[in-house]
């Protein structure tokens, strides 16, 4: 089940996303479509609710958390979305969202957010627990996602204790990429570093 619980989440954001972008595509019936999928929303999120009160396996508990986790983030997304009378596919507060699409031309997943497209990295994370998404969540990955698409790195700074390690862990396991902690000091110079390990670009 840690397996195919990836697969589990993958597929439901891409099915999420499928879904969105349909609604988006008609113009006639946007309004009314992003009302009913709001409602479908929560309805899902009650199901799923009174799933994880059952006796269940361990592994099927963990994904089953981690999807009402990115469920609940995304039906708040549509809550605003309904509350924005958003209508169109290339409005921003639709672009601005973590999107995962399957691109046919490349046969492969794509996780894509405002302009920044990623390939989905699928690396095993095991059925871990995702970090509940706010909107300052929300635009820090925005921001790393901007800077993957441009090859560049991000520095998340803030007071200690506020989430940035996280919020940049929860980032690689939504594009299933391997993350590495690496904590500094002061007396931490590049000799060192180069101690710890090798370290390749390509």
């Given at each position: ?9 993958t597929?439901?954001?891409?099915m ?9 595509r008609?113009?006639?019936t ?24 059952g ?8 994904t089953?958390?981690a999807?009402i986790?990115?469920?609940v ?8 979305m309904?509350k ?9 507060d ?12 490349v046969?492969n997943?794509?996780v ?9 990295g ?15 969540t ?8 901007g800077?993957l ?21 929860d ?11 690496f ?7 590049y ?12």
């Amino acid at each position: 089940m840690g397996k195919l619980g990836k697969v589990v989440l993958t597929i439901c954001q891409m099915m999420w996303t499928r879904d969105v972008t349909a609604i988006l595509r008609d113009s006639r019936t946007v309004i009314r479509g992003m009302r009913d999928f709001e409602q479908r929303s929560f309805t899902e999120l009650n199901l799923l609710a009174g799933a994880v009160r059952g006796e269940l396996p361990k592994l099927a508990r963990a994904t089953l958390c981690a999807l009402i986790t990115i469920n609940v983030h995304a039906r708040d997304i549509i809550s605003e979305m309904v509350k924005k009378q958003v209508s169109e596919l290339l409005s921003f507060d639709w672009q601005k969202q973590l999107r995962y699409y399957w691109n046919m031309k490349v046969d492969n997943c794509v996780v894509c957010m405002s302009i920044a497209v990623y390939t989905y990295g699928y690396e095993y994370l095991g059925a871990c627990p995702r970090l509940v998404i706010t909107p300052l969540t929300d635009r820090c990955y925005l921001c790393l996602m901007g800077a993957l698409q441009l090859d560049l790195g991000g520095a998340p700074v803030g007071p200690a204790g506020t989430g940035k390690t996280e919020t940049t862990k929860d980032l690689a396991k939504a594009l299933a990429i391997w993350c590495v902690v690496f904590n500094c000091s002061d007396s931490l110079d590049y000799k060192a570093i180069g101690r710890e390990g090798c370290f390749h670009y390509h």
